[in-house]
């Protein structure tokens, strides 16, 4: 059976930072690359990281370049999301994902079966 548990949200003030986790059980992470996306209420669901399945490449969406980074723990069958720099836009819930796909400027989310519930962030003053 496949799980992913997320844990790490909460609230924070513009500029902040948070780490999301996600611990994941009925496979082993390091055959599959792994991805982060979030989704506001009314709004399509969004990729916002990747990290493919040796852990060689890492892809990020525009509005979180440089601000977000993704990792795993192979030992440890989990994966994080550093964000950094936080900005009121940023406020959603986020899911984190197993497996996805890169091809010609574009990562492909994998279907609902493989995402977490999700954590809420909250990003205010």
């Known amino acids: 059976q496949l799980q992913l548990t997320e844990a790490g949200g909460g609230m924070v003030q513009p500029g902040g930072s948070l780490t999301l986790s996600c611990r994941g059980s009925?496979?082993?992470?390091?055959?599959?690359?792994i991805s982060w996306s979030r989704q506001v209420p009314g709004k399509q669901r969004e990729f916002v990281a990747g990290l493919n399945w040796n852990g060689d490449s890492t892809y990020y969406a525009d509005s979180v370049k440089g601000r977000f980074t993704v990792s795993k723990d192979n030992t440890k069958n989990t994966m994080f999301l550093q964000m950094n720099s936080l900005i009121r836009e940023d406020t959603a819930v986020y899911s984190c994902?197993?497996?996805?796909?890169?091809?010609?400027?574009?990562?492909?989310?994998?279907?609902?079966?493989?995402w977490g519930r999700g954590t809420q962030v909250t990003v205010s003053s």
């Open positions: 994902n197993m497996g996805g796909a890169y091809s010609s400027g574009t990562y492909y989310l994998p279907s609902s079966d493989f």
């Open positions: 009925g496979y082993t992470l390091s055959n599959y690359a």
